[in-house]
């Protein structure tokens, strides 16, 4: 068993219970318990497997912002994230880049004590909103300027983040920005992907079940045979993938819409 699968979730069941109650509603939508079905367990694993995949790739709604502290060590630039993380966006730091070697990561500035004492603390006497401007503006030039802002490549494959950093300490906490996938006991029970991801499993599984009625288009008997349905089912499997790929450029699964695109 893996982690994900013994995790409960707010309704209290497992990922097993999760995805036995999908089967069990799909098989019933495939006339299961009034036809038999050439469906062995694997065939359940194998759609849900591929609609996982499929969706991931596809939905935004499948990954989540996350932020998350990381310490970083001594002499060492390269750090493997979990496998749950598909992108890092950024990386902070809570200094304006001057290394104390101390490992704490962050460095006295005697202008910002200042100016937090004097006008940040004291706003209705001194200071305001221009003046917060400034500062802020001051903070992010000072770490343009001595490091503030680290430089990193990521491995969406091995998840390996490497830092373009010597540090000249351990212990200090940097702030990870980055994408990361939801689990798939989230997946299931969301309102919008969980019910494409179903659609997606039964239109699978209807090109299977259609595959190996095509291999014999009819059966031989005493009132001259019958005709199996393998051609029909293999069509209405692509008609509903084609729907549900489209399904997925409107958003109906509650994923957010591109933003504009400038350049």
């Not at 995949?53 to 002499?75: F, G, I, P």
């Amino acid at each position: 068993m893996t982690t994900a699968t013994i995790l409960n979730t707010p309704s209290g069941l497992t990922l097993d219970e999760l995805k036995e109650a999908m089967f069990n509603n799909i098989r019933l939508r495939l006339g299961g318990d009034i036809i038999d079905l050439e469906l062995d367990p694997q065939h359940y694993e194998a759609a849900y497997n591929y609609a996982i995949k499929v969706y991931r790739q596809r939905a935004q709604n499948a990954t989540a912002e996350s932020y998350t502290l990381m310490t970083v060590l001594l002499n060492q630039d390269t750090y493997t994230l979990p496998s749950e993380f598909i992108n890092v966006r950024c990386l902070y730091r809570r200094t304006v880049g001057m290394e104390t070697g101390g490992g704490s990561g962050t460095s006295f500035d005697p202008f910002s004590s200042a100016i937090l004492n004097t006008y940040l603390l004291n706003y209705n006497y001194t200071g305001g909103m221009a003046t917060y401007d400034f500062y802020s503006q001051y903070v992010e030039l000072a770490a343009r300027m001595f490091g503030g802002f680290i430089q990193y490549t990521f491995d969406p494959v091995t998840k390996i983040l490497r830092v373009v950093r010597n540090f000249k300490a351990s212990g200090e906490k940097i702030l990870i920005w980055a994408d990361v996938q939801r689990p798939e006991t989230s997946l299931i029970q969301d309102p919008g992907a969980g019910v494409w991801i179903g659609d997606f499993i039964l239109a699978t599984l209807k090109g299977i079940i259609g595959e190996a009625r095509e291999k014999f288009a009819s059966i031989a008997g005493p009132g001259g045979g019958t005709t199996l349905n393998g051609a029909a089912l293999k069509a209405e499997s692509k008609a509903m993938i084609e729907a549900l790929m489209e399904d997925l450029k409107r958003y109906v699964d509650y994923s957010q819409p591109l933003s504009f695109v400038i350049g």
